[in-house]
């Protein structure tokens, strides 16, 4: 039998956040078994998670920032994420599901950093702002179909607009990588953005002038 919601959000989050992390433990595999997840379920799982994201809020910033490598990170042990290219999964449920990224970042992760960025040494921070890096398509052409890149590329406009510094870099990290397959989006959507110039950092600006180009690491 699958796991309940709540067993699958404690056992992503529920970590001591540690060096190696634990899901590079010897005993993660037999862990991950025992929840005895599909790709279906995951996506389930993924969306409910980012429009119910005060499940979190027991969690510190620190541990939610581990879950979100484990879930998004390409290097993954896991990879959850790659459920969303699964064409086995209809694409109104994976598309529906990376819509739902938006509600997180609005309702989680701008309200829980409203001030300065640290993408150096913040965990939750570099986690978040590493989002659309690690996620496992930058559209490429063997990455997904064209209506999961459109529903990504609309997310990621979706936070550049959130008034949250960690928001905006996040989307412009992601912006900077998605450049490379889409750049007249990507640069329509960098200039526009800036063209508003409502309460933009000089770090905002700067970082997205060079997204613009594909520039930035």
Request: with cysteine.
């Amino acid at each position: 039998m699958s796991a309940s919601f709540d067993l699958w959000v404690e056992t992503v989050f529920g970590h001591p956040t540690t060096r190696p992390k634990w899901y590079w433990a010897e005993s993660f595999d037999s862990l991950w078994r025992s929840l005895d997840m599909s790709d279906v379920l995951t996506v389930k799982f993924l969306e409910k998670l980012f429009l119910e994201s005060e499940q979190l809020k027991k969690f510190s910033l620190a541990q939610v920032g581990q879950g979100i490598w484990f879930l998004i990170g390409e290097s993954s042990p896991a990879q959850p994420a790659h459920a969303l290219l699964k064409r086995g999964i209809t694409l109104r449920d994976r598309t529906v599901c990376i819509q739902a990224m938006n509600d997180f970042f609005r309702d989680f992760v701008a309200p829980a950093a409203p001030g300065l960025v640290d993408i150096d040494s913040d965990p939750f921070h570099i986690a978040c702002y590493m989002w659309w890096d690690i996620f496992p398509t930058w559209a490429g052409p063997e990455s997904g179909e064209p209506e999961i890149h459109s529903t990504c590329l609309r997310v990621i406009s979706e936070v550049l607009e959130l008034p949250s510094d960690l928001c905006r870099l996040s989307a412009l990290h992601g912006l900077n990588h998605w450049q490379l397959h889409h750049r007249d989006q990507v640069v329509n959507l960098i200039d526009t953005f800036l063209a508003k110039g409502v309460d933009l950092s000089p770090r905002i600006r700067e970082y997205a002038s060079s997204a613009r180009e594909g520039l930035c690491q």
